[in-house]
Every structure is written in structure tokens, then in C-alpha cells.
């Protein structure tokens, strides 16, 4: 992280214009997201790896190896990565219910373990903001989570 803030430096010295993204990849960003929120906790389980593979699939509409090509790729991406603007930046062109999908499957990529760790939590608040997602939309999508999870009533 810390040759990532000196590289950081030595562009904004340079005089780079950092708002530009010559190598913008959207699918990427996403598969970025997905990992941040679950490495947040420091500890990633079977259960967050697979909820990733399938959630990106679902977002992307691809297949579950192309997908699962995309998280390998992003795990590297995300741990040399400074910021989440980094891939947050790539992602304001996104139609407002293709944004609230996104941060609806973090919040579960966060739940696949049954616990929403509040470093999860934060991923994703923050994530919400840098995407304009309002936060009665942010709200909505961890309660639809957290809805799905619940065992239905016996009657």
C-alpha cells in the first residue's frame, strides 16, 4: 500500500491528470468491489469466495468461469489498490439500479458468512457514497439481504 501512495505522489508531482482511466474496466471494478468488502474483515471464507464467483456472474451476466477468471484478477488489483475511488470512479456511469445491485451483492458477499463485520459495513457505506447511491437505496439493499437470510415462520 505504501509504494501505491508514493506512486500516487510521484503522478500527482509529475503533473498526471489521476481522472483519467486509459485502462477503464468496469467488470474489473466490480470484481474489485466485491473483493475489498470481503478481505475488509481480514479473513475471506469458502462461503465469501463463492458468494463473489456468483454474484459477479449474476451482475455481469456471464459465466461462472469467466467470472471466477475476473475475482482472480481483482484479488491482485485490490490488494495494490489505495483507495476504493480507484474503482468507485469507473463506475458513475452505471445506471442507478445496476449501482444498487452492486452494493445489494457486497451486502451479500459480506452476509455469506452470516455476519456483517462493521469493516464490511464501512466498505460498503463508503462505496455507496462514491456511486451516489442514496442511503435509503443503501439501507433498503442490506435489509433485502438480511430479509432473505431469515428462516421462514412454521405455521
Same mark, same amino acid.
Given at each position: 500500500?505504501?509504494?501505491?501512495?508514493?506512486?500516487?505522489?510521484?503522478?500527482? #508531482?509529475?503533473?498526471?491528470?489521476?481522472?483519467?482511466?486509459?485502462?477503464?474496466?468496469? *467488470?474489473?471494478?466490480?470484481?474489485?468491489?466485491?473483493?475489498?468488502?470481503?478481505?475488509?474483515?481480514?479473513?475471506?471464507?469458502?462461503?465469501?469466495?463463492?458468494?463473489? *464467483?456468483?454474484?459477479?456472474?449474476?451482475?455481469?451476466?456471464?459465466?461462472?468461469?469467466?467470472?471466477?477468471?475476473?475475482?482472480?484478477?481483482?484479488?491482485?488489483?485490490?490488494?495494490?489498490?489505495?483507495?476504493?475511488?480507484?474503482?468507485?470512479?469507473?463506475?458513475?456511469?452505471?445506471?442507478?439500479?445496476?449501482?444498487?445491485?452492486?452494493?445489494?451483492?457486497?451486502?451479500? #458477499?459480506?452476509?455469506?458468512?452470516?455476519?456483517?463485520?462493521?469493516?464490511? =459495513?464501512?466498505?460498503?457505506?463508503?462505496?455507496?457514497?462514491?456511486?451516489?447511491? =442514496?442511503?435509503?437505496?443503501?439501507?433498503?439493499?442490506?435489509?433485502?439481504?438480511?430479509?432473505?437470510?431469515?428462516?421462514?415462520?412454521?405455521?
Amino acid at each position: 500500500m505504501l509504494n501505491s501512495i508514493s506512486a500516487l505522489f510521484k503522478q500527482l #508531482v509529475e503533473g498526471h491528470d489521476l481522472s483519467k482511466h486509459d485502462n477503464a474496466d468496469p *467488470n474489473l471494478a466490480m470484481a474489485c468491489l466485491l473483493c475489498e468488502v470481503a478481505n475488509a474483515d481480514h479473513k475471506t471464507d469458502e462461503a465469501e469466495t463463492q458468494a463473489k *464467483n456468483t454474484l459477479l456472474a449474476r451482475l455481469l451476466d456471464t459465466s461462472s468461469e469467466e467470472a471466477a477468471e475476473l475475482i482472480a484478477r481483482a484479488q491482485a488489483k485490490s490488494r495494490q489498490s489505495a483507495s476504493l475511488y480507484e474503482f468507485t470512479s469507473q463506475l458513475r456511469e452505471l445506471s442507478q439500479a445496476a449501482r444498487f445491485d452492486l452494493i445489494k451483492s457486497m451486502w451479500e #458477499v459480506a452476509n455469506a458468512d452470516g455476519e456483517i463485520d462493521p469493516l464490511e =459495513d464501512a466498505v460498503i457505506r463508503k462505496t455507496a457514497e462514491l456511486i451516489y447511491v =442514496d442511503h435509503s437505496e443503501f439501507i433498503r439493499a442490506k435489509l433485502q439481504v438480511l430479509d432473505n437470510q431469515k428462516p421462514s415462520p412454521k405455521n
